[in-house]
């Protein structure tokens, strides 16, 4: 056993050294793996992470990004009160209109509204951020090879400076996980970059988790209630199917 | 035994008008089926049941989807977010389509070890091959329906294929496309199709069990049924034994659809359409794999597009091609390994079909396609001239009543080891 584990750590070990040497060469980094509280077959969020996280996607990603399929409503489901949502949702305004002189006007966001993009179109985004397109967040995490990993690993991976010997183009930043290692988007997150009102230590890898566990939320709302479900119906098949297993072997048994 | 006439006097005025009663008696509950069935004989029904399950689902999802270019993938989200259990609707209908498949293609190996396409089951293999071709029509139309990425470049790649007619491929490209890219028209009659050929291949299917019901199902030791003896009541003799199957099957598609609903898709797919942006690779889905490496192995647009599409039509001569006259690959020494032989080569074609065509899965491909057209071409009709059979048993029930069918198989075989009794007579 002792030695099983040993040769894993040897083999992680290896394999981490391994994922070194890739970068220096400029290939993409594998993404390393997380424990989320969402995976495996009794997965759930933890509101209160879930909450932090929206906080940051709030306050640093939503600058950029739109999260276009989360309507105000949505809120109610990580844990926020109705009153909460709708606080939240009149800090925004949005367009509406036609009214009765054909006029369109802007008014606050109800809890019906989506969540206002922070673009007109893709035109403007590109424009605002040197060409690059910031991607819609709210089916990242299924969007993406490696999923909440992998988003954790981007908002973690970034450095300072590029490796020696490695050319990077105007106005890219260096990120060991995204493809070609070169990104447009300016490391988002660091230490305090949001402050937390309920004591969660403010680093950068909090900041990391927290917005992630949110997108993936975000990108799949229904995960709690299909795993719940999926336990109950998995079971209930499972017993059925034995059961029927049983019916067949005796009304077989009649036959010689 | 139910009688074929009911008691009951509006059963009878019933079934005097339109014979329910008896035509259920005759194919569902006497229908007298070999007694010696295996479990790869479950595969058929559970065909049919996944059938039954994609239309079910897929109204249930035509309902809330909306065929725009603009508003497809939205429609989706908005089943997938809004819709009560619609997440469950469209991951049972997405996942539904791998299981569809898997059992289907587990049903096709069936037939071709069990030799069911043999005289007199020409017919009912061709509806076979012909519910396959539609299954894949459907499918491909089907995925490209979320206007996801690898939706659309799936569409534009297959559709292009077209092109590689000689003279009129480019019109009939744009005449499928109904403009010149893939686009808004393309996914309107995709949509309609997609709609449409469950229900073809419903009546396909019935086609197929017509045939079935006429000459019987084939069995494990692949002769014919001579007696009463060799035969038992479909009911309830398979219907618990498909039920039981059926069991099993719900609970691996459930597994799919509740723990791991998008591990066989793309992820991709998660990102709307975009006809300004390639992505690196373009993979159709699993069940597609085998033929996407045949295409993608001969270096010639047009013969590759052949190729593909005599993988699939060459099935159809395939019971002619087979010059043996002994069904069961249980007495045929030589085919047996061939048929093993065969299988690793549509896995290894999958293989390939799954990766990026250069360095070694160039060769690997070719070598794999090669064999897969040799196997029907040469092996098969060979194999059928210079193989000598084992003995095969007189019938099903003295086969089965020396102590269920691995004591016949064995039975069989020991009895072979001297002189392999040529296959005639038995098989007609």
């Known amino acids: 056993m002792r030695r099983a584990l040993l040769a894993g750590l040897v083999i992680g070990a290896l394999a981490l050294s391994g994922g070194q040497a890739a970068h220096a060469a ?58 909460e949502a709708k606080a939240i949702a009149a800090e925004y305004e949005v367009e509406d209109g036609p009214d009765d002189e054909g006029e369109m006007f802007d008014r606050t966001a109800r809890l019906s509204d989506y969540w206002p ?81 309920d004591g969660t230590p403010m680093t950068l890898e909090q900041h990391a988790r927290d917005v992630t566990a949110f997108l993936s939320w975000a990108a799949e709302p229904e995960l709690e209630e299909r795993k719940e479900t999926g336990l109950k119906v998995l079971i209930f098949v499972f017993v059925l199917t034995a059961v029927l297993f049983v019916i067949y072997r005796r009304v077989w048994a009649r036959l010689h | 035994m139910t009688t074929p006439v009911p008691q009951n006097r509006v059963a009878q005025w019933i079934e005097y008008r339109l014979p329910v009663f008896s035509w259920t008696n005759k194919h569902l509950i006497d229908y007298p089926a070999p007694r010696n069935l295996n479990y790869w004989w479950n595969f058929g029904s559970l065909a049919g049941f996944m059938l039954v399950l994609q239309i079910v689902t897929g109204v249930v999802l035509a309902m809330h989807y909306t065929p725009h270019a603009d508003h497809a993938f939205d429609s989706v989200e908005h089943i997938m977010r809004d819709v009560e259990w619609g997440w469950l609707m469209r991951y049972l209908h997405a996942n539904g389509a791998s299981m569809f498949f898997a059992v289907v293609y587990i049903h096709l190996f069936r037939g071709l070890y069990y030799g069911s396409y043999k005289s007199p089951r020409e017919i009912l293999w061709w509806m076979g091959v012909i519910i396959l071709l539609l299954m894949m029509a459907s499918a491909f139309m089907g995925y490209v329906l979320p206007w996801g990425q690898m939706s659309f470049w799936a569409a534009t790649v297959i559709t292009n294929m077209t092109s590689a007619i000689p003279w009129i491929g480019e019109t009939v490209v744009t005449w499928l496309w109904g403009g010149f890219s893939v686009d808004h028209p393309t996914l309107v009659r995709f949509y309609a199709l997609h709609y449409l050929l469950p229900f073809v291949i419903f009546a396909v299917v019935f086609i197929h069990l017509w045939a079935l019901h006429h000459r019987k199902s084939n069995n494990p030791l692949g002769i014919d049924i001579k007696s009463d003896k060799d035969t038992i009541p479909f009911h309830p003799y398979y219907t618990v034994k498909d039920m039981f199957g059926l069991g099993v099957m719900m609970f691996i598609l459930l597994l799919f659809t509740f723990y791991m609903p998008n591990v066989l898709g ?39 597009v052949v190729a593909m599409a005599a993988s699939i039509l060459i099935l159809f001569i395939l019971p002619w091609l087979d010059t043996s006259r002994v069904r069961s690959a249980r007495f045929r020494p030589i085919y047996k390994w061939a048929f093993w032989v065969f299988v690793v080569d549509c896995i290894a074609l999958g293989w390939v079909g799954a990766n990026t065509p250069e360095g070694n899965f160039i060769w690997i491909g070719q070598v794999t396609t090669g064999y897969y057209f040799a196997h029907f071409l040469i092996v098969v009709p060979l194999i059928g001239k210079f193989e000598r059979p084992t003995k095969v048993p007189e019938s099903i029930h003295q086969a089965v009543l020396k102590g269920g069918e691995g004591a016949g198989e064995a039975a069989a075989a020991g009895a072979a080891g001297a002189a392999a009794a040529p296959a005639s007579g038995e098989q007609s």
């Open chain 1, 26 to 83: 400029g290939e993409t980094a594998d993404v390393p793996d997380q424990d989320w509280q969402h995976e495996g077959v009794f997965g759930s969020f933890d509101r209160g992470e879930l909450q932090r996280g929206f906080q940051v996607f709030q306050e640093v990603c939503s600058a950029c990004h739109s999260l276009q399929y989360i309507a105000f409503r949505n809120l109610v489901e990580i844990g926020f009160t109705a009153d």
């Open chain 2, 266 to 304: 793309e992820v991709i797919n998660y990102e709307k359409a975009n006809p300004l942006q390639t992505p690196a690779h373009i993979v159709p889905e699993w069940y597609f794999l085998p033929f996407y490496a045949i295409l993608r192995a001969i270096p010639d647009k047009l013969g590759g």
């Open chain 1, 117 to 197: 993009s922070p673009f007109a179109n893709d035109n403007e985004a590109r424009y605002a951020n040197g060409g690059a397109l910031p991607p819609d967040l709210s089916l990242i995490t299924k969007a993406r090879e490696g999923g909440a990993d992998y988003i954790y690993a981007l908002m973690t991976g970034y450095e300072e400076e590029a490796p020696e010997g490695m050319e990077m183009a105007d106005g890219m930043n260096f990120n060991h996980f995204f493809p070609g290692q070169q990104i447009a988007m300016v490391a988002p997150l660091y230490d305090e970059a949001v402050e937390y009102v």
